[in-house]
């Protein structure tokens, strides 16, 4: 398998950083953080606020936006900040 290329990386960083403020606009976060594990492909997402919701809300909340982005990780983990 090649290395990606540049402009693959900034397309991927673009998709996370996208996938991340979306995450901050429908929790309404003011604060974000994110980690990418990649040697275990997590993605790690860290919301402010996030406290405030129950994990099975947390889940009926942020299952559209996951299911309709196409992003390679074998999980995606949201923490609260």
């Not at 995606?76 to 900040?81: A, E, G, S």
């Amino acid at each position: 398998m090649s290395e990606p290329t540049e402009d693959e990386i900034k397309a991927f960083i673009e998709d996370v950083e996208f996938l991340v403020n979306t995450l901050k606009e429908i929790f309404e976060s003011s604060e974000t953080q994110f980690f990418i594990d990649e040697r275990n492909e997590i993605l790690y997402v860290k919301l402010e606020g996030l406290n405030d919701y129950t994990e099975a809300e947390i889940e009926e909340i942020a299952s559209p936006v996951l299911d309709e982005l196409d992003l390679d990780f074998e999980e995606i983990i949201i923490l609260p900040l």
